[in-house]
């Protein structure tokens, strides 16, 4: 019990710092959601980092329900998962947690939720990168390598395809734009600009992690990222003393 307090804590540490422009802190968007979603909401997870901020985050109540791709890892399953939840359950709340990544995949996908008119909240954790996939090499001690992503107008696609579209770009206006989409009688896609460089970091990592860590920081710094290094140590040095 006392080592459950303890991890609370830690996770609640991230809560506390919403971010700033365009750095929104992720786990802020999540530990926000969870207060403000209903008691029997259905929520999808996209396989990577939106499950880690879902897993985290997302109280049970004995009436949620979360849905991912727990056993395969596939890729871009929130969308999906939502309209099938939607279809499946009419009178519930169902939001998905989409990776920028995941939500490009499927993009079509929008006009199906259109047509049929569920009313979905995606809500798009738009950190302009494939965020696991990064740290997955950074653990293997490889310098990030084409996991940047150049995304579209996420809100703009949304209104195209004919239903609500939101961005929020500041920490202060998350409530605010969250609070708007869950009242609206209708599916609306929310992008948030989340901090690329904030971490689903282990509880425990191991010594060859925090090695290949190291070494991928190194080489980041040799070849002329300083700027994204201290960006991350920036981002992440308040929750070191988790991982050591």
């Keep these: 019990m006392d080592f459950y307090e303890k991890v609370k804590e830690n996770l609640n540490v991230y809560v506390k710092d919403e971010g700033s422009k365009d750095h929104i802190s992720p786990e802020f968007v999540a530990s926000t959601i969870n ?11 996209d396989t990577g980092m939106c499950c880690v901020w879902g897993a985290r985050y997302i109280h049970g109540t004995g009436k949620r329900m979360m849905l991912g791709s727990f056993n395969h890892g596939s890729m871009a399953n929130a969308m999906p998962m939502a309209i099938g939840a939607q279809l499946a359950y009419p009178d519930r709340q169902v939001v998905a947690f989409c990776g920028d990544g995941g939500l490009s995949m499927l ?8 047509q049929y008119n569920l009313p979905i909240k995606l809500i798009v954790f ?3 990168s494939l ?3 990064q740290l997955e090499m950074q653990v293997e001690g490889l310098p990030n390598n084409e ?3 150049v995304n579209p107008d996420f ?9 609500k579209g939101i961005s929020v770009t500041n920490p202060a206006d998350v409530k605010q734009s969250l609070k ?3 009242a609206h009688d209708g599916p609306v896609l929310v992008s948030l600009f989340t901090n690329p460089q904030a971490l689903a ?26 700027d994204e290094v201290l960006e991350m140590v920036k981002t992440n040095y308040k929750h070191l003393k988790e991982v050591l």
């Excluded at 060859?208 to 002329?224: F, R």
């Design 155 to 163: 809100e703009m696609i949304a209104q195209a395809m004919g239903f």
């Design 147 to 149: 996991t940047d992503m």
């Design 35 to 45: 207060e403000m979603a209903n008691d029997d909401t259905v929520f999808t997870v």
């Design 107 to 114: 993009l079509g996908d929008l006009a199906t939720i259109k």
């Design 180 to 182: 708007e989409a869950f």
């Design 126 to 128: 738009n950190n302009r």
């Design 131 to 133: 965020g696991m996939v």
């Design 201 to 226: 970091m282990p509880p425990k990592m191991e010594f060859d992690q925090m090695k290949g860590y190291a070494l991928s920081m190194s080489k980041m710094i040799l070849s002329g990222n300083m």
